[in-house]
């Protein structure tokens, strides 16, 4: 079979690994835009759930994806004038221009070829290809020239945000929340790689006009932004430059489709959804939607049309859920201004223990899904003690030492150490 898949990011090249792997007869060819190595943004999350995807799909890229991978342990988030609260759990964090390495290296390996600098504005030239996969992103070119064809809905948030990096490297995923004359600003950050974090800065429309972003330059946005989160960096600078593209501020559109193919065009990852970033799962899903359509149609063998409509079948119904998580998640934070005014107003949790307003306020940011049972706020009020804290982490480091010896990764030490946050006022 012929394969021609647009697009070089992470559902691309992962497709063209796994549809290689199951079978190597497959010509299979990535067509990239961009020259090797660029990339928007920095840095990427992941959970335990996707490394054992990697590592039951391609040991080889996987273990290589976890080699480059930062280890981050709880969340931190700080409310101004209200305290820090902590919401215990780990996860990990790369680099996306070095995921990208890594699963182009993998997939010229196994001989898939790969094409840069090259714009696919019509499918014409690719008629003579069984399949046409369209990983190019939410702004997928090859979905927009089918016009009307995959029921597309695009649906933008009103948060403003923008995607930068800091030279602060960070040991924790951190949220700080600042108060402004003009309102509250955020931010979430995490690690990406040795010296470097992510940092994502959102606030409400009018926080964003009152604080002039709508009309203040590149360098200048920066600045200001460093003043606000000054605490919170530890005097560390923002980066908006990374791999020669400059961050802008934009707000999210939510992408989704009634259908994910049309005749032999298959949409996938981003070109087919997207969910909100708060979520921390846009790779996750990229990366499963490669892996699922790759085995559908190795299973289905020279029935393309009954492997499309299984995977669009498939592939919609497991992703609903997530979705709509990601909807809810969206909208709490498009109202965070009210949370963060009662948990300063008020300076108790809803458990009436007298603690700080952060807890209360962190509590809510993680139940933003749905109910939770009254028990569960009695559980995060313990997770703040310290001792109950570090006890966590010494289960996570056990649990993390069995998950790795049973996918066959090589297995970290059972005791990790933890760098310490830094000075209570200024670290993550």
Same mark, same amino acid.
């Given at each position: 079979?012929?394969?021609? &898949?647009?697009?070089?990011?992470?559902? $691309?090249?992962?497709?063209?690994?796994?549809? !290689?792997?199951?079978?190597?007869?497959?010509?299979?060819t990535?067509?990239?835009?961009?020259?090797? =190595?660029?990339?928007? $943004?920095?840095?990427?999350?992941?959970?335990?759930?996707?490394?054992?995807?990697f590592?039951?799909?391609?040991?080889?890229?996987?273990r290589?994806?976890?080699?480059?991978?930062?280890?981050?342990?709880?969340?931190r988030?700080?409310?101004?004038?209200?305290?820090?609260? %902590?919401?215990?759990?780990? $996860?990990?964090?790369?680099?996306?221009?070095?995921?990208?390495?890594?699963?182009?290296?993998?997939?010229?390996? @196994?001989?898939?070829s790969?094409?840069?600098?090259?714009?696919v504005?019509?499918?014409?030239?690719?008629?003579?290809?069984?399949?046409?996969?369209?990983?190019?992103?939410?702004?997928s070119?090859?979905?927009?020239?089918?016009?009307?064809?995959? =029921?597309?809905?695009?649906?933008?948030?009103?948060?403003? %945000?923008?995607?930068?990096?800091?030279?602060?490297?960070?040991?924790?995923f951190?949220?700080?929340?600042?108060?402004?004359?003009?309102?509250?600003?955020? &931010?979430?950050?995490?690690?990406? +790689?040795a010296?470097?974090?992510? &940092?994502?800065?959102? +606030?409400?429309?009018?926080?964003?006009?009152?604080l002039?972003?709508?009309?203040?330059?590149?360098?200048?946005?920066?600045?200001?932004?460093? !003043?606000?989160?000054a605490?919170?960096?530890?005097?560390?600078?923002?980066?908006?430059? &990374?791999?020669?593209?400059?961050?802008?501020?934009?707000?999210?559109t939510?992408?989704?489709?009634?259908?994910?193919?049309?005749?032999?065009?298959?949409?996938?990852?981003?070109? *087919?959804?997207?969910?909100?970033?708060?979520?921390g799962?846009?790779?996750? @899903?990229?990366?499963v939607?490669?892996?699922?359509?790759?085995?559908? @149609?190795?299973?289905?063998?020279?029935?393309?049309?009954?492997?499309l409509?299984?995977?669009?079948?498939?592939g919609?119904?497991?992703?609903?859920?997530?979705?709509?998580?990601?909807?809810?998640s969206?909208?709490?934070?498009?109202?965070?201004?009210? %949370?963060?005014?009662?948990?300063?107003?008020?300076?108790?949790?809803?458990?009436?223990? $007298?603690?700080?307003?952060?807890?209360?306020?962190a509590?809510?940011?993680?139940?933003?899904?749905?109910?939770?049972p009254?028990?569960?706020?009695?559980?995060?009020?313990?997770?703040?003690?310290?001792?109950?804290?570090?006890? @966590?982490?010494?289960?996570?480091?056990? =649990?993390?030492?069995?998950? *790795?010896?049973?996918?066959?990764?090589?297995?970290?030490?059972?005791?990790?150490?933890?760098r310490?946050?830094?000075?209570?006022r200024h670290?993550?």
């Amino acid at each position: 079979m012929r394969i021609v &898949c647009v697009g070089g990011g992470p559902a $691309g090249f992962y497709f063209a690994i796994s549809t !290689k792997l199951r079978n190597p007869a497959h010509d299979v060819t990535v067509i990239e835009r961009d020259p090797p =190595g660029a990339t928007y $943004g920095w840095g990427v999350v992941y959970w335990d759930n996707l490394l054992d995807v990697f590592f039951r799909n391609d040991p080889p890229s996987a273990r290589d994806i976890r080699a480059q991978s930062t280890l981050w342990q709880e969340q931190r988030i700080s409310v101004a004038g209200a305290g820090t609260a %902590y919401l215990a759990g780990y $996860g990990f964090s790369m680099q996306r221009a070095a995921l990208l390495e890594i699963l182009a290296r993998r997939a010229l390996e @196994l001989g898939v070829s790969v094409e840069y600098r090259h714009e696919v504005d019509d499918l014409r030239p690719y008629a003579d290809a069984d399949l046409i996969v369209a990983a190019d992103g939410a702004n997928s070119r090859v979905r927009q020239a089918a016009g009307d064809a995959f =029921g597309t809905r695009a649906t933008t948030g009103s948060n403003p %945000y923008i995607w930068l990096g800091t030279d602060r490297l960070l040991d924790s995923f951190a949220f700080a929340f600042e108060r402004t004359p003009a309102g509250w600003i955020w &931010c979430h950050a995490y690690p990406s +790689s040795a010296g470097l974090s992510t &940092c994502i800065v959102e +606030s409400t429309r009018r926080t964003w006009e009152g604080l002039g972003f709508d009309e203040r330059g590149d360098v200048d946005t920066l600045r200001e932004l460093e !003043k606000i989160f000054a605490e919170p960096l530890g005097g560390h600078a923002l980066i908006s430059q &990374c791999r020669g593209t400059t961050a802008r501020w934009q707000r999210f559109t939510e992408i989704t489709n009634e259908r994910w193919y049309h005749d032999n065009v298959v949409l996938l990852g981003d070109a *087919a959804h997207t969910t909100h970033f708060t979520l921390g799962s846009g790779t996750a @899903l990229a990366i499963v939607d490669a892996v699922m359509l790759a085995q559908i @149609l190795h299973d289905n063998g020279d029935d393309l049309t009954a492997a499309l409509r299984s995977f669009d079948a498939r592939g919609r119904r497991a992703l609903h859920p997530v979705q709509a998580a990601a909807r809810t998640s969206m909208a709490w934070f498009e109202q965070t201004d009210c %949370y963060l005014d009662h948990a300063i107003d008020h300076g108790v949790g809803v458990g009436g223990g $007298g603690e700080p307003g952060a807890v209360s306020f962190a509590y809510a940011m993680a139940g933003r899904h749905g109910p939770q049972p009254p028990w569960r706020y009695q559980v995060h009020r313990a997770t703040q003690v310290p001792a109950v804290r570090r006890a @966590l982490r010494g289960l996570h480091a056990g =649990g993390r030492w069995w998950l *790795a010896r049973h996918r066959g990764e090589s297995t970290p030490p059972r005791t990790e150490p933890v760098r310490a946050l830094g000075a209570a006022r200024h670290g993550y």
